[in-house]
């Protein structure tokens, strides 16, 4: 057994080499056929079933939702440490992957093959966890709620950015869907009949519209009206709409919540519309990032050659929320953003087109083993904690 990081890294890398195909091949399929969240049922098979034939020990469904996975790689013997790899693959509704979640499946796949290689003789236990709906549907809190995630000592991804980041800062964000329900009338003949939800709803957002001037810098208060009618001469009867409010931290947004939902009962009150505000999720939690992986993570990164010294008006991704700051709130984790290049950013149409090709082929070789390295990094930073407390790892069997 070899405790040379150097010689533990090189087999990593030859094993990541020996799946770079299957893993483009991966990533390009998912990219082909994307699914929004909870209907991930293609990819998340394809991710369970390019694991199943590594050796991994697999879970579809899991904790009862369709389009999550669970795959396990246990050392012979009692492990002393366990990295679980977060896999995303929901895209985006008419946008399909422009958030590169395809690159982040095949990236966390990857990795856990990779590690896999060293992971008996070190006494590490290796997971792969499929997450949905990370999109708004917070998929990963409810696998939270149902148990998952509670036997990480650390949970890991890389996200695809146009440019390198490190750090992930998030927002802490709730999810509204948010409707009016009034009355219909005919516009021209019989106007004093109707209760219009249109109106309340254009309130309301004219409210918001003022209320952000006196926000922090940094709230962030965003929506679309999803339906405002259905004909110019009858008063629409029904409006809906879904709605985002950021913050800082979770406490600073539930101070937020109250003062945006007041803007929407203002179009009720003034219109007589009744107003339903229905959580899509669970709150997205801020980002508590484990800052000891996270210089890992970057002295792995450099050795491949990325760079962390870019444009900060193209680094912004990182204040993206994601319900990866839920989990890192319970296990030691990090979530950096890799640049795939290219002058598109995420959410944009063209940013799915940089999240395949030569460019995005290498953001996902590099991020396989940056990852993993860091996994290795972090497992022997505990080996050699237990070493000081008088603790011997247990032993390989």
């Given at each position: 057994?070899?405790?040379d990081?150097?010689?533990?890294?090189?087999?990593?890398?030859?094993?990541a080499?020996?799946?770079?195909?299957?893993l483009?091949?991966?990533?390009?399929a998912?990219?082909?056929?994307?699914?929004?969240?909870?209907?991930?049922?293609?990819?998340?098979?394809?991710?369970?079933?390019l694991l199943t034939?590594h050796?991994?020990?697999?879970?579809?469904p899991?904790l009862?939702?369709?389009t999550?996975?669970?795959?396990v790689?246990?050392?012979?013997?009692l492990?002393?440490?366990?990295?679980?790899?977060?896999?995303?693959?929901?895209?985006?509704p008419?946008?399909?992957?422009?958030?590169g979640h395809?690159?982040i499946?095949?990236?966390s796949?990857?990795?856990?093959?990779a590690?896999a290689a060293?992971?008996?003789?070190?006494?590490i236990?290796?997971?792969?966890?499929?997450t949905?709906?990370?999109?708004?549907g917070?998929?990963?809190?409810v696998?939270l709620?149902?148990?998952?995630?509670?036997e990480?000592?650390l949970?890991?991804?890389?996200?695809p950015?146009?440019v390198d980041?490190a750090e992930?800062?998030p927002?802490?964000?709730t999810?509204?869907?948010?409707?009016?329900?009034?009355?219909?009338a005919?516009a021209?003949?019989?106007?004093?009949?109707?209760?219009?939800?249109n109106d309340a709803?254009?309130i309301?957002?004219?409210a918001?519209?003022?209320?952000?001037?006196q926000?922090?810098?940094?709230a962030?208060?965003?929506?679309?009206?999803?339906?405002?009618g259905e004909?110019?001469n009858?008063i629409p009867?029904?409006?809906?709409?879904?709605?985002y409010?950021?913050a800082?931290?979770?406490?600073?947004?539930?101070?937020?919540?109250?003062?945006?939902?007041?803007?929407?009962?203002?179009?009720?009150?003034?219109?007589?519309?009744?107003?339903?505000i229905?959580?899509?999720?669970?709150?997205?939690?801020?980002?508590?990032t484990?800052?000891?992986?996270?210089?890992?993570?970057?002295e792995n990164?450099r050795?491949?050659?990325?760079?962390f010294?870019?444009?900060p008006a193209?680094?912004?991704?990182?204040?993206?929320?994601?319900?990866?700051?839920?989990?890192?709130?319970?296990?030691?984790?990090?979530?950096p953003?890799?640049?795939?290049?290219?002058?598109?950013?995420?959410?944009?149409?063209?940013?799915?087109e940089?999240?395949?090709g030569e460019?995005?082929e290498?953001?996902l070789?590099d991020?396989?083993?940056?990852?993993?390295?860091?996994?290795l990094d972090?497992?022997?930073?505990?080996?050699?904690?237990?070493?000081?407390?008088?603790?011997?790892?247990?032993?390989?069997?």
């Amino acid at each position: 057994m070899s405790d040379d990081p150097g010689e533990l890294k090189a087999r990593i890398a030859a094993r990541a080499a020996g799946v770079d195909a299957e893993l483009i091949a991966l990533s390009n399929a998912l990219h082909a056929n994307p699914e929004i969240g909870w209907q991930e049922h293609r990819s998340a098979a394809a991710v369970a079933a390019l694991l199943t034939a590594h050796g991994f020990t697999v879970e579809q469904p899991y904790l009862g939702l369709d389009t999550a996975v669970r795959a396990v790689r246990t050392p012979r013997g009692l492990p002393h440490f366990t990295v679980g790899f977060l896999a995303e693959y929901d895209a985006l509704p008419g946008l399909g992957h422009a958030c590169g979640h395809n690159l982040i499946s095949a990236m966390s796949v990857g990795a856990a093959i990779a590690l896999a290689a060293v992971a008996d003789e070190l006494g590490i236990a290796v997971e792969l966890i499929g997450t949905p709906a990370e999109e708004g549907g917070g998929g990963k809190i409810v696998l939270l709620e149902r148990g998952a995630f509670t036997e990480l000592d650390l949970a890991l991804m890389a996200h695809p950015a146009p440019v390198d980041v490190a750090e992930a800062r998030p927002f802490a964000v709730t999810h509204w869907h948010v409707s009016y329900d009034g009355a219909a009338a005919h516009a021209a003949a019989y106007p004093e009949r109707g209760i219009n939800a249109n109106d309340a709803f254009l309130i309301a957002q004219l409210a918001i519209g003022l209320l952000r001037q006196q926000l922090p810098a940094t709230a962030r208060v965003h929506g679309v009206q999803t339906r405002g009618g259905e004909a110019p001469n009858a008063i629409p009867e029904r409006t809906e709409g879904r709605w985002y409010v950021r913050a800082e931290t979770t406490a600073e947004l539930l101070a937020l919540e109250s003062r945006v939902r007041a803007c929407f009962e203002a179009g009720a009150l003034a219109t007589g519309a009744t107003l339903t505000i229905t959580p899509e999720s669970e709150r997205y939690a801020e980002m508590r990032t484990d800052e000891a992986a996270l210089e890992h993570y970057r002295e792995n990164a450099r050795a491949l050659g990325r760079s962390f010294d870019v444009d900060p008006a193209a680094a912004s991704m990182n204040r993206a929320s994601t319900d990866m700051g839920n989990v890192s709130q319970l296990v030691r984790a990090i979530h950096p953003y890799i640049g795939v290049g290219g002058t598109a950013s995420n959410h944009q149409p063209a940013f799915a087109e940089s999240c395949v090709g030569e460019r995005a082929e290498q953001a996902l070789r590099d991020g396989v083993r940056a990852l993993a390295w860091t996994a290795l990094d972090v497992a022997a930073d505990v080996a050699r904690e237990r070493r000081g407390a008088g603790l011997a790892p247990p032993q390989p069997a």
